[in-house]
């Protein structure tokens, strides 16, 4: 047979691969948005991170107002009774809303037996899942959007002073890396949606990996370290060298990344997120503040490691998706 007439016979997709996403996005959305779920983990989110706020509130009305950075303050104070601060309440419920929003968002369609009767309609599997991850990732969106509005405007009325325009700046950015943080985990959690047909495995599986890197991975990367690390450090460059070890290893988890560009964008007098010596620190003004365009290159990389993150979760998803049969 002639390799064009074999050719000729295969099917070819007619039009964009993105038809359609637009009403899977918006029903994942109304869906997301309308859902007792959604509800749930809104409060969850608000209840946690209200908390902290509440309590370094009352520790900030007692601050001088001469901090020129008062209003950040309210993100990274760790109140004595609570002993968490905003940032690291959200470095926690973060990635369990996200997870919350895509464990299912696959493979409950399997077990409807619906996935096939909307694939049969014109829209294709890149549609659908890009439509779905848009649709949980908008939503996560808009709940940190409103967390967020909730901790400016009791800022506002607690503390009586407003945000000048480069905090305002510095939190907006803020938004942005929580939003890109927890595009990671939504990405992660629709992954196991496509990998397994059962929702209670692919939750598990989430959340397994969060703890682990929430808990475990710090342990192991400081015992990696010690074991690469030689027997005898000698000299300046090979502790440098063992102490940047350790930081790379520590990096490859998405709550490191989204600490350190917390701290870079919230505390403006953070010069440096690695590790270095008292000696090149010399010359530097101490508790100089970074302008915003130096914060934003000093976290650049964390941001970048975010958002990388989050695209190869989804591409790995998207190519399991598409060698998936769906006929029910």
Request: hydrophobic content about 55%; charged content about 10%.
């Amino acid at each position: 047979m002639p390799r064009d007439a074999g050719a000729a016979r295969l099917p070819r997709r007619k039009g964009s691969p993105f038809t359609g996403l637009g009403p899977v996005f918006m029903k994942e959305l109304s869906d997301h948005l309308g859902s007792p779920r959604m509800l749930v983990l809104t409060l969850f989110v608000i209840v946690f991170g209200a908390l902290p706020v509440g309590f370094a509130l009352q520790d900030l009305r007692t601050v001088v107002v001469s901090d020129p950075y008062l209003f950040l303050r309210i993100f990274t104070v760790s109140p004595e009774r609570v002993g968490l601060s905003f940032t690291v309440a959200l470095n926690f419920v973060i990635p369990l809303m996200a997870i919350g929003l895509g464990f299912d968002s696959v493979n409950s369609e399997f077990n409807r037996r619906t996935l096939s009767r909307v694939l049969s309609q014109p829209i294709y599997r890149d549609a659908l899942l890009l439509g779905k991850f848009l649709g949980g990732l908008a939503t996560l969106a808009v709940a940190l959007v409103a967390l967020w509005l909730i901790v400016v405007g009791s800022g506002l009325l607690l503390l009586g002073l407003p945000p000048r325009g480069v905090e305002v700046a510095r939190g907006i950015a803020f938004l942005v890396v929580a939003i890109a943080y927890g595009g990671v985990w939504l990405a992660v959690s629709m992954l196991f949606s496509v990998l397994f047909r059962s929702t209670a495995t692919s939750a598990l599986c989430a959340l397994g990996l969060w703890l682990f890197f929430f808990i475990l991975w710090p342990m192991i990367a400081s015992a990696l370290t010690l074991a690469l690390a030689p027997s005898q450090i000698t000299g300046v460059d090979q502790y440098v060298a063992v102490q940047e070890m350790g930081l790379a290893l520590l990096r490859l988890s998405p709550g490191t990344l989204f600490t350190e560009a917390v701290v870079g964008l919230l505390n403006p007098e953070t010069r440096t997120l690695g590790f270095v010596l008292p000696m090149q620190m010399r010359g530097a003004i101490p508790e100089a503040p970074l302008p915003f365009d130096q914060s934003l290159l000093l976290i650049w990389p964390q941001v970048t490691g975010l958002i990388a993150g989050m695209i190869v979760l989804f591409a790995a998803a998207y190519v399991v998706f598409q060698r998936e049969e769906v006929r029910a």
